[in-house]
């Protein structure tokens, strides 16, 4: 049973554009929310990341959006660059459980010239 | 230097070797994890520890253990490898008050 689930397993986007990845989740008990990214032969590097109790957090070119009600998350990159090709990872942490994180499947992200 | 190392950073063994996987960290952290990646199933965690004296199953322990031998070493084992364990396994650290996880640069496994 997937908890964290990113249905789409790639994304091509141009360069300036806006990239925005998204995520869903089935357990209620998930409060905390992270987003990683991973380059080839690299392990993930921790980007951003939310608590239950806001909506929306940002860094420079990063926000990211949590929809409670949804149970839906998503991460915005404005405006993409080349640099930013890599699979990114959504994970969430449940209450109680420290920083043991469900992972979803990854999204590889392509941002094109 | 790297916070987290992960040796060897590529494997390949044949079907019933035992294998161990090695994990050595200088970020101070008590708490290690051990992740295994597949194409289309993202990270699914194997074992993990809170301190030296507490090891704890993941998801997917079977067919796998672990060894914490001191706060910065974990060592993971697959007693009897078998070709579904061929993956890209993880090594990550976090301190008590963080979710957030910092993860060695990973090695690959093949068993064949």
């Known amino acids: 049973d997937q908890q964290v689930k990113q249905n789409s397993p790639s994304l091509s986007v141009q360069e300036g554009r806006i990239s925005i990845l998204n995520c869903d989740y089935t357990?209620?008990?998930?409060?905390?929310f992270l987003w990683y990214k991973k380059y080839p032969a690299e392990g993930p590097t921790f980007l951003i990341s939310i608590s239950s109790i806001k909506d929306k957090n940002e860094d420079g070119r990063f926000t990211v959006f949590l929809n409670k009600s949804a149970k839906h998350l998503s991460l915005h990159i404005v405006p993409s660059q080349p640099g930013d090709s890599a699979v990114y990872f959504c994970a969430a942490s449940e209450a109680g459980t420290a920083s043991k994180l469900t992972f979803g499947t990854g999204t590889r992200l392509q941002v094109t010239l | 230097d790297a916070d987290v190392t992960q040796t060897p950073r590529n494997r390949i063994t044949k079907t019933g070797k035992r294998i161990m996987l090695e994990c050595s960290q200088t970020k101070g952290h008590d708490r290690m994890y051990w992740y295994r990646q597949d194409p289309g199933l993202g990270l699914r965690l194997i074992y993990y520890s809170f301190d030296v004296k507490d090891i704890n199953k993941g998801e997917i322990s079977d067919g796998y253990s672990v060894s914490r031998q001191a706060q910065a070493k974990f060592s993971l084992s697959l007693e009897s490898a078998i070709p579904n364990q061929t993956a890209l396994y993880f090594c990550?650290?976090?301190?008590?008050?963080?979710?957030?996880?910092?993860f060695g640069p990973g090695t690959r496994l093949t068993v064949l």
């Open positions: 990550a650290t976090s301190d008590y008050y963080s979710n957030e996880q910092f």
């Open positions: 357990n209620s008990m998930f409060d905390y």
